[in-house]
């Protein structure tokens, strides 16, 4: 088992304004995108999972296990995330320190940090920069890092908030290449994007949140053929879905390849 239920969660960082209204999700297998304008409280959300905020009211279940009252140290073990900025994760001088830090915080010997470390950053691209300063890096490359040095705890539960930004072809591959691993892995993904064509190429499950609320959730086909409701949310559909609207299609295709293979069919036709 492996899996998280959100119950009645709200959230408030001051008595003024309520940031989370009373969430309800139950997270599971498939791979989930969380997307939604900025400040509709997806980040809030994911450390409220991680246990680096605590909850106003209601409550969080790790596979059955009230986790509401856990620390981020005391969760560590089962839960990883990737935080939005690097430089809010970073700390040690060298890369392959920093990716080993989080296993041996967890319990890894050094031998083991330090394997899994350098799959981990074979993974993402990184094993010749081992050495090198995280501050002599790119910010793309600090991302990666990041990436990597969650990995290597290997936690049952992967937590991305906005790994696109910054990244450039490659890296998405990298990025969607990881993704399709855990999820093989059996580990539970979950990640926040604003890159809504990342999001329909790579996620089994999308959740829209707005304004503290969650206002679409479902296979992520599905939450795409929204297009009204995605609007009332600030969101665009995928580039994909524009696309084939143009050519006068209707159905909803997620990528490319689908696309082509509708067009050749047409053709033939
Ligand atoms: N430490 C904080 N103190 C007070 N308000 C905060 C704090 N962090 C976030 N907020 C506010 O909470 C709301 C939700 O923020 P949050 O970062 O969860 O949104 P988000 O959906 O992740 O947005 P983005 O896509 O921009 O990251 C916003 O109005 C934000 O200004």
Request: glycine residues 6%; proline residues 3%; negative net charge.
């Amino acid at each position: 088992m492996n899996e998280i239920k959100a119950e009645k969660l709200q959230f408030s960082y001051t008595a003024e304004k309520k940031i989370l209204q009373g969430i309800h999700l139950h997270l599971m297998k498939e791979s989930t995108a969380i997307i939604g304008q900025n400040g509709a409280g997806k980040s809030t959300f994911v450390k409220l999972l991680k246990g680096l905020l605590k909850p106003t009211a209601g409550s969080i279940l790790y596979n059955g296990k009230d986790i509401s009252g856990l620390t981020a140290a005391t969760l560590a073990k089962d839960i990883g995330m990737v935080f939005q900025n690097p430089n809010d994760q970073i700390f040690k001088n060298k890369v392959i320190d920093e990716v080993m830090f989080g296993p041996q915080n967890i319990g890894q010997t050094e031998d083991e940090a330090q394997a899994n470390a350098i799959t981990a950053l074979r993974k993402v691209g990184l094993e010749h920069q081992a050495e090198q300063n995280p501050y002599d890096l790119s910010l793309s490359e600090r991302k990666m890092i990041a990436v990597a040095s969650i990995l290597a705890m290997n936690t049952n539960v992967v937590i991305f908030d906005e790994p696109t930004m910054g990244q450039d072809y490659v890296g998405k591959q990298i990025l969607k290449n990881i993704i399709a691993e855990l999820r093989k892995e059996g580990k539970l993904v979950l990640c926040i994007l604003h890159d809504m064509d990342f999001a329909a190429q790579v996620f089994e499950r999308t959740i829209v949140f707005h304004q503290g609320n969650v206002l679409l959730d479902g296979p992520t086909k599905e939450v795409f053929m929204h297009a009204d409701i995605l609007k009332k949310a600030f969101l665009e559909q995928p580039s994909i879905i524009k696309i084939a609207k143009n050519l006068g299609i209707d159905n909803t295709y997620l990528t490319e390849e689908e696309l082509i293979e509708k067009l050749n069919r047409v053709v033939r036709d």
